[in-house]
């Protein structure tokens, strides 16, 4: 099983599995989906874990499911209180010595995909 860069599981899959359970749990109240995201150095694993992410949320919305939103955690590499500014969530770059943000390539591929409300195929 791939891990990533905190040690947790490489499953995409679970955020589909997740929402089923808390839609059957809550007798179907709406959901919105918060903090969903991956600590990878790998900018391209990175788009691989949102792209799983988000066809589950699109199977699970055409299987009927009320899901108002989702939201990537995390918009900028920060401080994770347990592993301090190791793991690198962001869609951009912070470099922590000089303040500099860079926009990473999965914050441009997750900007179009909210721009054309469609997700198109994983780039190679």
Same mark, same amino acid.
């Given at each position: 099983?791939? !891990? #990533?860069?905190?040690?947790?599981?490489?499953?995409? *899959?679970?955020? $589909?599995?997740?929402?089923?359970?808390?839609?059957? !749990?809550?007798?179907?109240?709406?959901?919105?989906?918060?903090?969903?995201?991956? @600590?990878?150095?790998?900018?391209?694993?990175?788009?691989? +874990?949102?792209?799983?992410?988000?066809? /589950?949320?699109? #199977?699970?919305?055409?299987? /009927?499911?009320?899901?108002? /939103?989702? #939201? +990537?955690?995390?918009?900028?590499?920060?401080? $994770?209180?347990?592993? /301090?500014?190791?793991?690198?969530?962001?869609?951009?770059?912070?470099?922590?010595?000089? *303040? !500099?943000?860079?926009?990473?390539?999965? @914050?441009?591929?997750?900007?179009?995909? @909210? !721009?054309?409300?469609?997700? @198109?195929?994983?780039?190679?």
């Amino acid at each position: 099983m791939r !891990k #990533t860069i905190m040690g947790y599981e490489f499953r995409p *899959q679970a955020l $589909e599995a997740c929402i089923r359970r808390a839609w059957d !749990k809550t007798g179907n109240v709406p959901i919105i989906v918060t903090e969903n995201g991956i @600590a990878t150095s790998d900018d391209n694993e990175r788009i691989e +874990y949102v792209h799983g992410a988000l066809e /589950g949320v699109l #199977t699970c919305i055409a299987d /009927g499911i009320d899901i108002r /939103g989702y #939201t +990537y955690w995390s918009l900028m590499d920060n401080f $994770e209180w347990t592993y /301090g500014y190791g793991p690198t969530f962001g869609l951009v770059a912070c470099d922590w010595k000089t *303040q !500099k943000r860079t926009p990473r390539p999965s @914050a441009h591929w997750l900007g179009n995909i @909210a !721009k054309s409300n469609t997700l @198109a195929p994983r780039p190679e």
